[in-house]
């Protein structure tokens, strides 16, 4: 079969996708994970006193309900329906990182838990930490020139 062939032949079997309602549902899903955040990081407020305490704790409550869902399945349910909204970065990059691992337990902890749970966030880390590391160095060396860049970054 030729490329223009098979191109022609997904073209008519592929679902057609209506690009205002994913956007649409992206906005809501990722907005609604955002309102929860909020309404726990405000719940927890009230009992700590402390801001920087109700935000690690709504961290940790986000992750731990992002590996649950992903877990029990309810997670890739919806991604489905939602989108990039569940990409909302703390709760996405926890599905990321515990659905490989979850996918893999059966090959052992070590070949398959401890190997593939980096398999999707390996390159984020690496990348993020070169990222950092190249803007810490433009910072190092604007400020040696004398650039002021405290009210930028």
Do not use: H
């Amino acid at each position: 079969m030729k490329k223009s062939m098979y191109a022609a032949y997904v073209s008519k079997k592929a679902a057609r996708s209506s690009l205002f309602r994913d956007c649409l549902l992206a906005f809501l899903i990722g907005g609604g994970i955002c309102c929860l955040g909020q309404f726990l990081f405000t719940w927890i407020y009230q009992f700590s006193a402390d801001d920087r305490m109700a935000s690690g704790f709504t961290s940790i409550a986000l992750i731990f309900l992002s590996c649950l869902f992903t877990g029990i399945g309810w997670y890739d349910k919806l991604a489905s329906y939602a989108g990039a909204g569940t990409l909302v970065p703390i709760t996405g990059f926890a599905n990321a990182m515990s659905s490989p691992a979850i996918d893999n337990t059966a090959e052992g902890m070590v070949m398959g838990l401890g190997a593939k749970i980096f398999v999707i966030c390996g390159p984020v880390i690496l990348y993020g930490c070169v990222f950092s590391v190249i803007l810490g160095l433009i910072a190092y060396l604007l400020r040696i020139f004398g650039i002021d860049i405290t009210g930028v970054v």
